[in-house]
């Protein structure tokens, strides 16, 4: 198996945080994470490739080929106690357990030597219905997180409603403290639909957000930024369910008839 992460260029950057959006339920972390992206025009300087993404490439306009891949973004602080940040988003969360492990470890050890030393990561908290105003949950890799972070519209009892976060989010929290790093978990609550992006969750979460990292996020543009990315996250997850469904039952071949996987 290989995980690679390719580097354009190297930014200095000073105590930087890192932040987690990565595509899952309602695609909440997903469209929090990109929408943070575009408002700070952060820059980016890296890209992941694994193979434990699914085997394809989407085909883009003018038949240009797109391979599934997370990227880097950075972004220096502009005020005083603001700090740099480092962004991770992406097309694909692993297809397979041990990729899980493979890629957030690849992750952890490249923000090490990047001197990250606190992460958040942002997700979904499916409730199986709608709600109006969505909470945003919190879990923390290290009790004195909750202390600094109370006051930032996070609710930290809920810990027994969560049970288990699985996925990059909830990884990233576990074993960042094997690296150095104290780690929280944002989750906004959704319905639970994944292909269906959720703007009112992903809102709450950057509105939590941007209180922890005391930078101002607009979120006047975030619907509009969702209908645009929303025929694509549909194509990726339409091909992986396809994908799937051939890997586990492949079509029996018709008979003198020759396939092959291309």
Same mark, same amino acid.
């Given at each position: ?13 000073? =105590? $930087?945080?890192?932040?987690? +959006? ?11 994470a990109g929408h943070l992206v575009e408002e700070l025009k952060a820059k980016k300087f890296a890209e ?6 699914? $085997? ?12 599934? /891949? =997370?990227?880097?973004?950075?972004? /220096?602080?502009?005020q005083k106690g603001q700090k740099d940040l480092i962004i991770l988003i992406g097309d694909s969360q692993?297809?397979? $357990? *041990?990729?899980?492990?493979? #890629?957030? !470890? *690849? ?10 030393? *606190? ?21 923390? =890799? ?11 519209? #996070? @609710? ?20 960042? +403290? ?19 992006? @959720? ?7 950057? =509105? ?7 930078? /101002? ?10 209908? !645009? ?21 492949? $079509? ?11």
């Open positions: 198996m290989t995980t690679r992460i390719i580097q354009f260029e190297k930014p200095k950057l000073k =105590n $930087p945080i890192f932040i987690e +959006g990565l595509p899952g339920i309602g695609n909440v972390g997903r469209i929090a992941l490739y694994s193979s434990h993404f699914m $085997p394809f490439i989407l085909l883009e306009k003018g038949s240009e080929a797109h391979l599934l /891949k =997370n990227e880097f973004y950075y972004w /220096k602080g502009k692993s297809a397979d $357990p *041990e990729g899980f492990y493979e #890629i957030c !470890e *690849e992750v952890l050890r490249y923000l090490q030597k990047l001197g990250v030393k *606190e992460i958040f990561t942002l997700g979904g908290l499916s409730v199986g219905e709608l709600v109006g105003k969505p909470k945003v949950f919190g879990v923390v =890799n290290h009790p004195s997180l909750i202390e600094q972070y109370k006051n930032c519209g #996070i @609710d930290f009892e809920g810990g027994e409603r969560i049970g288990t976060i699985v996925g990059a989010s909830g990884l990233f929290v576990g074993l960042a +403290g094997y690296y150095g790093m104290k780690a929280v978990c944002l989750l906004g609550e959704t319905v639970g639909y994944p292909i269906i992006p @959720d703007p009112k969750s992903a809102e709450a979460v950057l =509105n939590a957000l941007s209180k922890a990292i005391k930078i /101002k996020i607009d979120t006047s543009k975030l619907e509009k930024r969702i209908r !645009e990315m929303e025929d694509f996250m549909r194509k990726i997850q339409e091909v992986q369910r396809k994908a799937i469904e051939r890997l586990v039952k492949p $079509p029996k071949p018709k008979k003198e008839e020759l396939t092959y996987i291309g």
